[in-house]
């Protein structure tokens, strides 16, 4: 069945990037096959695209990045990809002829270790890993980019340590950012056709009905994350986070709102110190309303309204026919813009 699935024709459906049914059937096949008995296409490292990955020890966490060119920093974190840095491999190479480009699996993703307790493992303890990661490599203030949930540790980061942070980039609508609206979302529609989301294959049926096309996730991206996914530190996880969805209920998603809230009344009361560019695709369902029959954006727009209230310094970026991946969809337009953005502030007078 699987290979049929692969391959049969997938025809993009604007409303549900390019079809949920099949979003789902591709990665229940490359998850059902069996973890450990398939051959990945992904080295030792969990790289994809030619790369190679590093390891660093990050206070007793091994860490995986990627790491590539010379120049000012850029550090990319993830979203909630399972396999990691690896969403920012068609744009690591283009990156790196003018900057040094570090992309990091975030504590508890892809190859990086678990944190030591499931607290840490919340946006404060990634905030704390983020600033130690830096700390290890020596490299001083970076233009931060963060994607979906990384965009959101990107942010609380930029506001507890405004110092490290040159400029900040956040791309698409993530956690933490203001509703899209009051009912559900394009992505639910997509997110019904999946398994349960306390199951283990729930995560990577989310990611790939947020790919706007086909070639969003191409065969060698899920062979890396099904390789990722076959390591210990996984199943691992996963039994822990049973474990705490059974105990902890409601308590351990009040705890996440605290620290999510003390960013938002700091940036609210004391502004963002560097430049701001909120980047966004179209046809991103996970900030489309679903009862709109375009996507408005609202969310994205919120963001901008309040990082722009006591700043001139904010630019936002909207990129026809893409989705929550714009970047990966359209590498070159994108690493064009991140490049331009970062170049002008480098020259602007109003930067100092």
Known sequence: MCDA?????????????????????????????????????AGPDGSIDGLTARFVDVGGIRTRYYDYGKGEPI????????????????????????????????????LTDNPKTAAEGGNEGQVRFVRAFIETLKLGPVHMVGHSGGGAVAFYFAVEHPELVKTLSVLAHGPGMPALGDGPSKLQAALDKCPPVESFEHPSCRLAALGHTAATFPPEFWEAERFVLSQPKWKEQYERQQAARKQAGP??????????????????????????????????????????PHAMLKGELGFFDIVGARTTRVKMIVVNE????????????????????IEFWKTNPLAK
Request: proline content about 4%; overall charge positive.
């Open 5 to 41: 699935v692969r391959r049969t024709p997938i025809r993009r459906a604007r409303s549900l990037g390019w079809g949920a049914a099949t979003a789902a059937a591709l990665v229940l096949c490359f998850l059902g096959e069996g973890l450990q008995a398939a051959r990945p296409a």
């Open 75 to 110: 550090l990319m974190l993830h979203g909630g990809s399972r396999s990691g840095a690896n969403v920012f491999s068609r744009n690591i190479p283009g990156l790196a002829k003018r900057f040094r480009v570090l992309a990091i699996d975030r504590l508890g993703y892809g």
């Open 322 to 341: 893409g989705g929550h991946f714009m970047y990966r969809e359209h590498p070159e337009q994108f690493n064009a813009d991140l490049m331009a953005f």
């Open 251 to 292: 308590a351990q998603g009040a705890r996440t709102d605290a620290y999510r809230d003390k960013m938002w009344a700091r940036a609210r009361a004391e502004g963002m110190k560097m430049p701001v560019l909120i980047y966004g695709g179209k046809q991103d369902t996970l900030d489309w309303d679903a009862r709109d």
